[in-house]
């Protein structure tokens, strides 16, 4: 077995002391429960390893650099600050040349964001609760909300994070409102009110065995303990406090007892699931069944606890598949992931841009819906892109697709293959007279280097040319990681015109750059 022949890194998030405050420090404590299963495991199969733990972000080059580990076991769930970085780990160990654990970067930063993960998946027509998100700042759109009960979630945490029974609300009013409040100010992000599904739990786990898609045998959450008034919800107190009534009130039954056209229909659901937040490897599908015992997908999570107590685990042993061979099928997987990664790469070494280009005919075209995603995942996928900013991108997106060619955002994508490679999108400048923004260019990581961003800015200048435009502007982040994209359109013959400091946030300039549309 080739990872028997290799030796593996086990990277993890090194979790807050106590003595450094915080309010969940027994989930963040939890990934050192995973790192000793995994570290066993490696053991039991005579695979050489050891464990290194990161505080923050800026760690990794360092460790990465200085290891001599083909493989890593991505087990890293966050950092002492900058949360959310955690989901742009893999691309960073990926950069390395390593193997790296689990899903990739884009598919958690898709499912880390409850209201991305619930627009995707019904974007995908699978049945999910109605959901209504509120920002810090803003108040419950009332034309837009629906009827209740309701529970109400931080958009952006794990681990149940957040979610206790007073997050459970019957009835709009003051209590919704506060619940909302509770959010913006202790999380310190929006708030997601949620169509709150009265019924049972399900717990799929999922994995990629041999290339194809095992789903493991279904787990239910018994609340048959539960009193009438308490909340059946896997809240923080059933997760992770175990002196708490809901942890030692929850155990999961399986299989769970579902007649088999529910189950065949839940397997099913929890599959497309997956694909539709771009999960390729082992994650969670969580359902809740209505009284009818319809079925509702809550959410995807793309990197699951896999200590040897949770829900995962119980899974793997009632599918009779042990501890170490599933860490062993998570280590193939990734080898042979980087494997093709490296064998692409050579069948297009010493190939030009110009030529790839010209060989595999590149088409650039309008954007049409079904671009939408796989524009809006390689954009998450660079990892350069914060999630507000993602955010901008699909209003924009969806604004060119709603208004169409006659619009004000004019959105092209480049196809190569039947693939759709990279996307620009670029507009008149609001009260001027020959002046066009391009607003974003984005490209598929597999094509950088390709030549596929120059081609759509060469052919979006060209039809601002035609337009009667004369002066394109382009602004960008004044930040290190950015230096590639401002090098990018210097390359294209772009000047910087103007710097405004802190603009995007402390130590993050805005950076103008224009370029005469001069006759080519």
């Known amino acids: 077995m080739p990872h028997r022949k ?41 695979v ?10 800026e760690d990794l080059p360092a460790v990465l650099a200085a290891a001599d580990e083909p493989v890593v076991f991505n087990l890293v769930e966050g950092f002492w600050s900058d949360s959310g970085q955690e989901n742009l780990v893999p691309t960073v160990i990926t950069s390395f040349g390593k193997a790296c654990t689990g899903n990739d970067a884009q598919a958690l930063l898709l499912t880390l964001d409850k209201w ?83 019924g049972r739990e399900l717990n799929i786990s999922v994995i990629n065995r041999k290339g194809e898609w095992e789903v493991l045998p279904l787990a239910e959450i018994d609340f048959s303990a539960f009193e009438d008034d308490r909340p059946r919800i896997v809240g923080y107190e059933a997760k992770w406090l175990a002196d708490s009534f809901e942890f030692n009130h929850t155990p999961r039954i399986i299989p769970a007892p579902l007649s088999k056209r529910l189950t065949q229909q839940v397997r099913e659901l929890a599959v497309a699931a997956c694909r539709a937040l771009h999960c390729f490897e082992y994650c969670r599908v969580d359902f809740r069944l209505d009284k009818a015992d319809r079925p509702y997908v809550l959410e995807v ?58 060989s595999s005919g590149m088409e650039i075209r309008w954007c049409r819906p079904e671009d939408r995603q796989v524009v809006l995942s390689f954009l998450s996928e660079t990892g350069f ?7 901008i991108a699909r209003e924009v997106l969806d604004s060119a697709l709603a208004e169409g060619p006659k619009g004000h955002y004019q959105s092209f994508v480049a196809e190569i293959d039947g693939e759709t490679v990279g996307w620009i999108c670029y507009g008149p400048t609001p009260c001027t007279i020959g002046t066009y923004d391009i607003y974003w260019i984005g490209v598929s990581s597999a094509w950088q280097g390709h030549g596929v961003g120059r081609a759509l800015t060469a052919y979006a200048e060209q039809l601002i040319r035609d337009r009667g435009g004369r002066l394109f502007v382009v602004e960008t982040s004044g930040r290190e990681s950015y230096t590639p994209t401002r090098r990018f359109y210097e390359a294209l013959g772009y000047e910087q015109a103007a710097s405004i400091p802190d603009f995007y946030g402390p130590g993050d300039p805005r950076v103008i750059f224009i370029k005469t549309a001069r006759t080519q």
């Open 385 to 391: 892109f914060r999630p507000d900013e993602i955010d």
């Open 6 to 46: 290799t030796s593996v890194l086990i990277l993890h998030n090194d979790p807050k002391p106590s003595s450094r405050g915080g309010a969940y420090v027994e989930s963040e404590a939890g990934v050192l429960v995973e790192v000793q299963a995994v570290s066993q495991a490696l053991h039991k199969l005579n």
């Open 301 to 358: 999570n793309a990197n699951p606890d896999i200590s040897p107590d949770a829900g995962f685990a119980a899974a793997l042993e009632a599918a009779e598949i042990t501890y170490p061979a599933f860490v062993e099928m998570v280590l193939d997987n990734a080898i042979a992931r980087r494997q093709r990664t490296e064998d692409r790469g050579q069948k297009t070494a010493g190939v030009s841009s110009v030529a790839r280009r010209l």
């Open 116 to 198: 991305e993960c619930k627009t995707l998946l019904a974007a995908a027509g699978l049945p999910t609760p109605k959901g209504l998100i509120v920002r810090p700042g803003q108040s419950i759109p009332a034309k837009d909300l629906f009827e209740g009960p309701y529970i109400v979630k931080p958009v952006q945490t794990d681990a149940s994070e957040g979610i206790d029974k007073t997050s459970i609300i019957q009835k709009r009013g003051k209590a919704l409102q506060e619940a909302v409040r509770r959010i913006h100010e202790r999380m310190s992000q929006p708030a997601l009110i949620e169509q709150y599904i009265e």
């Open 48 to 57: 050489q390893h050891r464990a290194v733990g990161v505080r923050q972000f």
